[in-house]
């Protein structure tokens, strides 16, 4: 229980139906057989993930895709430009399937992965793979294997350890299961590029939206209170008027000396900040610190993803 696996042991553990820790690109996932319901039942149990909140199915190429999903024009679009890649496509679903795994939604959420590791555990199995964040449900996503095994260690198996993820923000995923692409959850896929194969394309992030009951308004708790501010300028004023020494300070930019901070990128690049995001959460909230000032972004690129997860984390 709880220990690096590699990834033949990976493999063998989930063919014989157990949960486990494997990196992707994005976040680290919580994966089981996606056709064995005892093991996606696990993975329900482990995160204490209610069972109204539909799982994606990691997948290794498009013709796996068609083999669990009903594949449009438009969506083999989107997965030749984007996949393997930090997007999830939510499509009609077939019986390959089992119900448990989209909360009997007819609708099934697809994602190619790009990490190596990843891509080899599914090759090598043969199984396509569903797999929620690996953290328990309301907390921040893991982006290294010590974070899955900290969090979940004993519920689980192991874990593949495929060093920090690149992207560290979960995937986009964007609804075409019916003639008009949705975007449900901002993430690692810029809104831009995809605009750039889809057009113009609307959003629909509410955490009241049925069809992605995972997107709730109050997520990411790194435990302690989280303040945001406008963007920086307007959190050095705040931080003028507190005791610097108990507040952590989420942050882009040069280096702020007062409290505790953690900087998302001195360079402010918003893929950068994106990376680093969950773990900046994570230290200061394993800090001694009463609470965390964070600043929101300029809205374009990664930056929206991130500002939707401090939203979400600021939200009590
Ligand atoms: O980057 C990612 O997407 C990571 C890695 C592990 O792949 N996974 C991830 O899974 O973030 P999770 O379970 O934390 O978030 C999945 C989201 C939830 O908000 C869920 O409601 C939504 O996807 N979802 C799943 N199936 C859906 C469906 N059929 N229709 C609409 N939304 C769906
Ligand atoms: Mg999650």
Same mark, same amino acid.
């Given at each position: 229980?709880?220990?690096?696996?590699?990834?033949?042991?990976?493999?063998?553990?989930?063919?014989?139906?157990?949960?486990?820790?494997?990196?992707?690109?994005?976040?680290?996932?919580?994966?089981?057989?996606?056709?064995?319901?005892?093991?996606?039942?696990?993975?329900?149990?482990?995160?204490?993930?209610?069972?109204?909140?539909?799982? @994606?199915?990691?997948? #290794?190429?498009?013709?796996? &895709?068609?083999?669990?999903?009903? %594949?449009?024009? $438009? *969506?083999?679009?989107?997965?030749?430009?984007?996949?393997?890649?930090?997007?999830?496509?939510?499509?009609?679903?077939?019986?390959?399937?089992?119900?448990?795994?989209?909360?009997?939604?007819?609708?099934?959420?697809?994602? @190619?992965?790009?990490? #190596?590791?990843?891509?080899? &555990?599914?090759?090598?199995?043969? %199984?396509?793979? $569903? *797999?929620?964040?690996?953290?328990?449900?309301?907390?921040?996503?893991?982006?290294?294997?010590?974070?899955?095994?900290?969090?979940?260690?004993?519920?689980?198996?192991?874990?593949?350890?495929?060093?920090?993820?690149?992207?560290?923000?979960?995937?986009?995923?964007?609804?075409?299961?019916?003639?008009?692409?949705?975007?449900?959850?901002?993430?690692?896929?810029?809104?831009?590029?995809?605009?750039?194969?889809?057009?113009?394309?609307?959003?629909?992030?509410?955490?009241?939206?049925?069809?992605?009951?995972?997107?709730?308004?109050?997520?990411?708790?790194?435990?302690?209170?989280?303040?945001?501010?406008?963007?920086?300028?307007?959190?050095?004023?705040?931080?003028?008027?507190?005791?610097?020494?108990?507040?952590?300070?989420?942050?882009?930019?040069?280096?702020?000396?007062?409290?505790?901070?953690?900087?998302?990128?001195?360079?402010?690049?918003?893929?950068?900040?994106?990376?680093?995001?969950?773990?900046?959460?994570?230290?200061?909230?394993?800090?001694?610190?009463?609470?965390?000032?964070?600043?929101?972004?300029?809205?374009?690129?990664?930056?929206?993803?991130?500002?939707?997860?401090?939203?979400?984390?600021?939200?009590?």
């Amino acid at each position: 229980m709880g220990k690096v696996l590699s990834v033949a042991e990976a493999v063998n553990a989930l063919l014989d139906g157990q949960i486990l820790g494997l990196p992707t690109e994005t976040v680290y996932g919580l994966g089981a057989d996606a056709t064995n319901e005892s093991a996606v039942a696990q993975v329900f149990k482990a995160k204490n993930r209610p069972r109204f909140d539909p799982l @994606i199915v990691h997948v #290794p190429t498009l013709a796996a &895709v068609r083999d669990i999903a009903e %594949l449009s024009e $438009a *969506a083999e679009q989107l997965f030749l430009a984007f996949s393997p890649g930090p997007l999830t496509v939510v499509l009609p679903k077939k019986n390959t399937i089992p119900d448990l795994v989209t909360s009997g939604h007819s609708t099934v959420a697809v994602r @190619i992965p790009a990490h #190596p590791v990843m891509l080899e &555990v599914l090759h090598s199995s043969g %199984l396509y793979i $569903a *797999a929620p964040s690996a953290n328990p449900f309301g907390f921040a996503s893991p982006t290294t294997a010590q974070h899955v095994l900290d969090q979940l260690g004993n519920l689980i198996s192991g874990v593949v350890d495929g060093g920090p993820c690149s992207v560290g923000i979960e995937s986009t995923i964007v609804d075409m299961s019916s003639g008009v692409p949705k975007v449900l959850r901002l993430g690692g896929m810029a809104l831009e590029q995809l605009e750039r194969v889809l057009g113009p394309i609307a959003t629909q992030l509410s955490s009241s939206n049925p069809n992605a009951p995972g997107m709730l308004t109050s997520h990411y708790n790194p435990g302690i209170p989280v303040q945001l501010f406008e963007n920086r300028e307007a959190l050095l004023a705040a931080l003028q008027l507190v005791d610097a020494d108990t507040i952590g300070i989420l942050y882009w930019g040069e280096t702020i000396t007062h409290g505790t901070g953690f900087n998302l990128s001195e360079r402010r690049s918003d893929t950068e900040a994106a990376t680093n995001l969950f773990k900046g959460l994570r230290v200061l909230g394993n800090t001694q610190v009463a609470q965390i000032f964070a600043h929101l972004l300029p809205e374009n690129g990664l930056g929206r993803a991130v500002n939707d997860r401090l939203q979400r984390a600021a939200n009590k």
